[in-house]
């Protein structure tokens, strides 16, 4: 839960990093920090990019595109899971028996990659031009 003492550095940061959560945040800062690190794995990332810019994937779906194996898939996406970043939905097909599984990134899951990471990757660009010794600024 945020401390919200109030301390600030010079620049207006809050001096300790949880004060930048709300008063009634819903996430802990080591939640956040969860979400972030659990992103941080090839394959994860890999799973919440299909999901979030593909839609709900069943587990097949989700095993044909990335190329890995039944069990590597359910580990990782367990830990997406987890963290809040993906939910597990199970529904019934008509004409099917039993239930039919499928995941999708929560909306934590979609700005977490999108703010977060392919926002990091789109600026590359951004940061090569403004950091290049030959333009001449």
């Known amino acids: 839960m945020a401390t919200n003492s109030g301390h600030t550095v010079d620049n207006g940061v809050p001096e300790d990093p949880e004060d930048l959560l709300p008063e009634d945040s819903v996430l802990t800062l080591d939640e956040y920090l969860a ?17 979030v810019h593909r839609g709900d994937m069943s587990p097949k779906e989700l095993e044909g ?26 529904r019934t097909e008509r004409g099917q028996d039993g239930l039919y599984t499928y ?22 660009q951004e940061f090569e031009e403004m950091y290049d010794s030959s333009s001449g600024i």
Do not use: C, P, W
């Open 35 to 51: 979400m972030h690190a659990a992103v941080g794995h090839r394959t994860r990332y890999e799973i919440l990019y299909r999901l």
């Open 103 to 124: 995941y999708r990134a929560t909306v934590f899951g979609e700005v977490t990659l999108t703010e977060g990471v392919d926002e990091l990757i789109r600026g590359e």
């Open 65 to 90: 595109v990335l190329d890995i194996d039944d069990s590597t898939l359910h580990y990782h996406l367990n830990k997406l899971v987890d963290v809040g970043l993906v939910e597990k939905r199970q």
